[in-house]
């Protein structure tokens, strides 16, 4: 796919300085002007990217892209957030939220989370619990649900600012005998439908946004071409890799590749930024450029398992 003309005009095209936006009450909504302007989740993403004064902000438009992404359905005017990750980790073993039949047709959700990204703000949960309705002895299954944040039961408690991109907040969220109708869960397997390809979807396109942003500095601050012409072609491969499977061996690899790209540029714009003015951008990078090495293991591992996917494939084809 090749990003529509005007957007890679967009990011060549050397732009004043956004002004400043603070927190979330002033980011949501320049965020709804993209939404209403793009309607791809990339070009959302990297639209997003390139109006944001900061990467807390690009991070944000990806994080919300990447939900869209996963649930075409979801509303454009719904701050939504992904509740997945507990006290234990954010593996099936490690969720303790549960899902009990209440009866009337409606289910009883209890538990909590912790690291809900814009959580403070948010006003749609996608919650991830086990399903305890299955028989007795039966490993419950993973659903997720939809549910209001400011239903009866919710309770929202703000975390202290992140060390890096201490703008975009993070919750807490507990549940307490929220009442759900059956409706509000997602059809299929939780986990491997919605929590592990949401993994791939938001590397895609949140690397995707913070590297608009950069590339929108890199024509601000007049840094090399050829960094400018590495980031573009790599935010091509981002864009293409963004209609893939992501569930599927060779996204997870050409995505590797993509991300291996995108870092090297992170950090080459590091560099970049300590040359020049070290005004407000450049200290915030310094700061915030932490973000993009989180999960790097998991990522690891991700691309790892996916060259042993297509080699025991590639073994069992017979050789011409």
């Known amino acids: 796919m090749s990003l529509p003309s005007h957007l890679l005009e967009l990011l060549l095209a050397p732009t004043a300085a956004p002004g400043e936006c603070p927190d979330v009450s002033a980011w949501w909504p320049r965020h709804l002007a993209i939404v209403r302007e793009w309607k791809l989740p990339i070009e959302r993403s990297i639209a997003g990217g390139l109006a944001a004064d900061r990467a807390g902000w690009a991070f944000a438009c990806g994080y919300q892209a990447s939900l869209r992404a996963l649930l075409p359905a979801l509303p454009d005017d719904a701050l939504a957030a992904m509740c997945v990750t507990e006290e234990g980790g954010n593996q099936p073993r490690a969720i303790r939220s549960a899902l009990r039949d209440a009866g009337g047709g409606r289910l009883r959700l209890d538990g909590s989370k912790r690291w809900t990204t814009l959580g403070p703000a948010s006003g749609l949960l996608l919650v991830a619990a086990a399903d305890l309705r299955g028989e007795p002895g039966e490993r419950p299954r993973i659903r997720v649900a939809r549910v209001d944040a400011g239903a009866p039961g919710v309770a929202l408690q703000p975390m202290p600012d992140a060390r890096f991109v201490p703008e975009v907040p993070h919750a807490r969220v507990a ?146």
């Open 175 to 320: 549940f307490d005998g929220v009442s759900i109708e059956e409706d509000a869960l997602l059809p299929g397997d939780g986990y491997d439908g919605y929590v592990k390809p949401f993994r791939t979807i938001e590397d895609t396109q949140v690397s995707a946004a913070v590297l608009a942003y950069l590339l929108a500095e890199s024509r601000r601050r007049d840094w090399p071409h050829a960094w400018c012409e590495r980031a573009l072609s790599t935010l091509l491969a981002f864009s293409d890799v963004a209609l893939l499977d992501p569930a599927a061996a060779p996204t997870h690899i050409a995505l590797a590749g993509a991300l291996a790209s995108a870092h090297e540029l992170f950090a080459q714009a590091g560099a970049l930024f300590a040359q020049g003015a070290q005004d407000e951008p450049a200290r915030r990078w310094a700061r915030d450029s932490a973000l993009l090495q989180v999960a790097g293991g998991v990522r690891a591992q991700r691309a790892a398992r996916a060259w042993e996917r297509v080699d025991a494939v590639s073994r069992q084809r017979p050789r011409a």
